[in-house]
């Protein structure tokens, strides 16, 4: 007899919380997409660029700086003939002029190509 009474007070309860969840989930899935649409991020699309541009010649700047690292050393190591030594040479100032360039195209200073890293210093 007990067992009969659980079972219709859990089907009670259970009719009681799907009326229930039906009259609460409309207004709830009503609100949802007005919420949705107020928080769309306002992001100047000019600030956004300069930023991403900054990171990238960044990045560019120093691997151009590792690579110049790595030629030095293997010039003084003469690991190089004198006909790759010179072509190294150009390229590295090719890819030096194309850099200040760009950097100058999004009106960026040396000092914004080279990031503060704070205990580590600067990166470049």
């Keep these: 007899m007990s067992s009969r009474f659980g079972a219709t007070a859990i089907r009670a309860l259970s009719d009681d919380s799907q009326q229930a969840r039906g009259a609460v989930w ?3 899935q009503a609100v949802r997409p007005a919420r949705a649409c107020d928080r769309r991020i306002n992001i100047d699309s000019e600030d956004l660029k ?3 541009a900054q990171l990238v010649l960044t990045l560019v700047k120093l691997l151009h700086e590792l690579l110049e690292k790595q030629a ?4 003084e190591s003469g690991r190089l003939r004198e006909a790759d030594c010179e072509r190294v040479g150009l390229t590295l100032m090719k890819q030096s002029e194309q850099i200040e360039k760009l950097r100058e195209a999004f009106g960026l200073s040396e000092q914004d190509l080279n990031l ?6 600067k990166l470049i």
């Design 26 to 28: 409309p207004a709830v």
């Design 72 to 75: 030095i050393r293997r010039i």
């Design 50 to 52: 300069n930023g991403l």
């Design 116 to 121: 503060d890293l704070g205990p580590l210093g």
